[in-house]
């Protein structure tokens, strides 16, 4: 399908215009070009003369490198590029080299050159420059964690309308960093960046409706902005609908739906989605069949039942202090990113198959010592899926208390932040 008004579009884009910039990026993200407008893109980019068209069009032609559009992946054509864009003054290939730079997406981390790229583009008042320096402030990246500084470029950003800095700032309002918790503030934040779109930002506030913060529980609401978000494509979203859906918040439970949302986000790559379906798998194929008498009179009362009534209630106190952007105390040795995910998962399975490891010896001695084998079968049944319920919970909530608000380590979502 064309891209509407393309040739104007494209003209804007050469041209610097912000929200032209942002349309390109979001069809850059999901290759929407069709082979004459990338024709057509690539004669411009090649006619380009010196000044603000030419430092836009190896701006763009570093893009495309990077995403291999009318051309194969190319990271250090791409690095060249931006090199090249960066020497013209071009801001956004500043941010775009910082971010890389930052992760070491191109094999070396460079935390000062990263900072230096940023605060030169932060000088020229590029906003996804001014997100990315605060969450590093924020994190202590580099540095010393700063909460004031952090908000002060959050709030810089915000007010030029960046929805990535204002569902950043709302979430320091939620969880009480740099300042008290403000619930209204978050709320009143997380409701602007909604209404321009933002899908971590519905991800945000449907959490909050879900768990009751700031207001009463409203799983209504929460499911319609989950079911937004999801329509848009966050993973997040997908993952904390499953959950609904598994835990029978808001509805019945419905365990084939939890199952398509987690697949779902899995072929989108999010990690805890992936990690949810082996735990469902797991249970699947793991559970033994107990004698339906020994279960009914000795063993729990039914594994799927066990499930429920052990699943962890999530009371506002866990909220706050599960994740790596909870508290000051729980934030401190976090690393950032998807490596975060994976680091608290570790640390979950850990404390989980502890907890988990002491109710299946008490259920075990116990059945045992009162029906035999049988006894011991269900047991492990029992333990099993708590395990399960419990990791997949956990990992639920975790995920909401990561955003994406920050760069991802995946070169493709971190291009999509650029404004």
């Not at 991800?203 to 009463?216: C, I, N, S, T």
Request: overall charge negative; glycine content about 8%.
């Amino acid at each position: 399908m064309p891209i509407p008004n393309f040739s104007e579009l494209l003209n804007k884009v050469l041209n610097g215009d912000s929200p032209a910039l942002e349309q390109w990026l979001q069809y850059t993200e999901s290759n929407a070009f069709s082979a004459e407008e990338i024709k057509q893109t690539i004669d411009r980019i090649n006619a380009a003369e010196e000044g603000l068209q030419k430092s836009y069009a190896l701006y763009l032609n570093a893009l495309w490198n990077l995403y291999g559009i009318g051309t194969d992946k190319n990271q250090i054509e791409a690095i060249r590029l931006y090199e090249a864009a960066i020497n013209l003054g071009n801001s956004h290939a500043m941010n775009d080299r910082a971010l890389m730079h930052e992760y070491g997406l191109d094999g070396n981390r460079d935390i000062p050159a990263a900072i230096n790229l940023y605060e030169m583009a932060i000088e020229r008042g590029n906003t996804a420059a001014m997100n990315n320096r605060a969450y590093m402030h924020q994190y202590g990246i580099g540095g010393d964690r700063n909460y004031l500084a952090a908000i002060a470029l959050y709030e810089r950003a915000m007010n030029r309308g960046k929805t990535e800095a204002m569902t950043q700032r709302a979430y320091m309002h939620q969880l009480g960093l740099g300042g008290n918790i403000n619930y209204p503030e978050a709320i009143r934040l997380y409701d602007k960046a909604i209404n321009r779109g933002n899908t971590e930002a519905m991800v945000k506030r449907a959490f909050m409706h879900e768990f009751g913060l700031g207001d009463v529980t409203n799983y209504p609401e929460a499911i319609r902005l989950y079911d937004e978000a999801i329509n848009r494509g966050n993973t997040e979203a997908m993952v904390n609908r499953a959950n609904m859906h598994r835990y029978s918040l808001g509805g019945n439970k419905d365990i084939l739906a939890a199952i398509a949302l987690f697949e779902k986000a899995s072929k989108l790559g999010d990690i805890l989605a992936q990690i949810a379906l082996s735990q469902i798998k797991f249970v699947e194929t793991n559970e033994p069949q107990a004698p339906e008498q020994s279960v009914k009179t000795n063993g729990p009362q039914a594994p799927e039942q066990f499930v429920e009534t052990n699943a962890p209630q999530v009371p506002e106190q866990s909220i706050e202090t599960m994740g790596p952007q909870v508290s000051a105390q729980s934030e401190e040795n976090t690393p950032s990113g998807n490596l975060a995910n994976i680091s608290m998962l570790i640390l979950s399975g850990f404390i989980t198959a502890a907890g988990i490891a002491a109710i299946a010896i008490a259920f075990t001695v116990l059945n045992a010592a009162t029906c035999g084998i049988a006894g011991v079968a269900v047991a492990n049944v029992g333990a099993a899926l708590a395990l399960s319920g419990i990791g997949l919970f956990a990992t639920g909530v975790y995920k909401n208390t990561s955003t994406n608000s920050y760069p991802s380590l995946d070169v493709v979502d971190t291009m999509a932040t650029i404004p």
